[in-house]
């Protein structure tokens, strides 16, 4: 039996509706953002990191990323 517990993302009343892109952007966004204010190493982050993990495609977070290293992502972090 593997030692894994999966979970998903909670519920989050900002996003009452089934479609999850706003929820995962907005998680992503949350993430770094608490990085950049409060450290790399502040483990309350790593909630946004959790959910964004669970609710966004693999392809985005990497465009998100590739996005942010060349200084072209669109959002405010």
């Known amino acids: 039996m593997s030692a894994y517990k999966l979970e998903t993302a909670p519920f989050d009343p900002r996003f009452p509706n089934q479609n999850v892109t706003r929820y995962c ?22 909630y946004f990191k959790k ?7 693999n392809a985005w977070v990497e465009k998100w ?3 942010r290293e060349s200084g072209t992502f669109p959002g405010r972090i």
């Open 51 to 57: 959910v964004y993990k669970s609710m966004c495609p």
């Open 65 to 67: 990323d590739d996005q």
């Open 25 to 46: 952007y907005q998680s992503y966004l949350d993430y770094h953002r608490c990085q950049k204010k409060r450290g790399e190493n502040f483990e309350p982050c790593n």
